[in-house]
């Protein structure tokens, strides 16, 4: 239901996590059903950068992956390839039989699936820091996500990234990734923090989680209501 509701507000993509969220491949499905409606594009964070689970996913139909924790070019390839048919990677292909082709309705899926596919993969760590330019410049790899608070916790700043360090960090590897010819998204606290990070250079940028909004909201209507019968 909340993927409906916020798929109707008009947000360009809705990001589906089954890194953090309690989601499964099923349930990733009914959202992205749900979402299909409406104009916002579907992206997925799997629990991990599995081969297998990234071709489950692949033959749901989902088409955009954002692949947690990447910290090396050679973890990078393994998650590229695992995006792609022979030659050019190793997916299985399940097409005449799964969601993706429609249950072999889309006989020409195969020629341009690949087209249509779109890979980030996430630095959130010093290592992947240290092999930036390994990651960002592997073949297949469309965009890069910055994960500033696990970042932050590697760092030792417990997941605060809003001191004059972290942010110093983050601009330059937003400036960094750009220059090597990739985009680079990440997460805001609020919308002066996405504007920072649009002036920086990022291309996109997630600006809110529907169980914060769930819980701000719940919180400032009963403090609300409390406040009027004291």
Request: aromatic share 8%.
């Amino acid at each position: 239901m909340n993927a409906e509701i916020v798929a109707g507000s008009g947000y360009d993509f809705i990001w589906i996590d089954g890194e953090h969220g309690p989601n499964t491949v099923t349930t990733i499905i009914d959202q992205a059903r749900a979402i299909a409606p409406y104009g916002s594009h579907v992206i997925v964070r799997p629990l991990e950068a599995d081969r297998a689970l990234i071709k489950q996913l692949l033959d749901a139909g989902i088409q955009s992956i954002i692949a947690p924790m990447v910290e090396s070019g050679e973890q990078a390839e393994y998650i590229a390839q695992s995006m792609y048919y022979p030659s050019r990677g190793k997916r299985g292909f399940g097409a005449p039989a799964v969601r993706a082709g429609r249950w072999g309705r889309l006989p020409e899926y195969i020629k341009h699936a690949e087209d249509e596919l779109f890979l980030a993969v996430q630095i959130e760590s010093k290592k992947g820091v240290e092999n930036l330019k390994d990651i960002v410049t592997t073949d297949g790899v469309d965009a890069v996500f910055l994960g500033p608070a696990d970042l932050a916790v590697d760092m030792g700043y417990f997941g605060d990234f809003s001191g004059e360090e972290m942010q110093a960090t983050i601009e330059k590897l937003i400036k960094d990734i750009r220059a090597l010819g990739k985009p680079v998204g990440t997460i805001a606290g609020s919308p002066e923090e996405a504007k920072r990070y649009i002036d920086w250079g990022a291309s996109f940028v997630v600006v809110g989680v529907d169980t914060i909004f769930l819980a701000h909201m719940a919180d400032s209507v009963l403090g609300a209501c409390r406040s009027i019968v004291k």
